[in-house]
């Protein structure tokens, strides 16, 4: 016999404590996960947001570090398990974040803005750059 749910509820420790809880819990999640991938997908759509082949070779630069291997190892992986797609659309996802970031007025409890900028000057940290969108090709405007 293989691990249970009710298993994994025991040694989980979550907030939930029956099966019931648990999926619904994971519903719960799941519908705020899609949300959030379709308000960032129209935002990317609107903004004209691309990606282009240097977005790409950031990731994997990023991945082979968290995963403690190299970029080359992880286009390899990329390839074998046909990420390519879903990885784009990640890259695509965060440059929308960015844009919504960039274009935020942040605000105290009094509602006085907040130069976030000058701060960030102040304590030698660089601002991100705001991502620009992609010029269109023909390619994207067949279809």
Known sequence: MGYTLADYLEQAGDEADTPEEFWAEIETSTRRGLKAQLILDKVADDAEV?????????LLMRKAA????????????????????SWMQEIRRNKALGVIVADATVTDTAGNPVDVVGRAAASGRPRPPRPSPRSRS??????
């Open 66 to 85: 968290q995963n403690n291997s190299t970029p080359e190892q992880e286009a390899q992986h990329m390839m074998e398990h046909n990420h390519v797609a």
């Open 138 to 143: 023909p390619a994207d405007t067949q279809a």
């Open 50 to 58: 691309g990606v282009d082949q240097a977005d790409l070779s950031e």
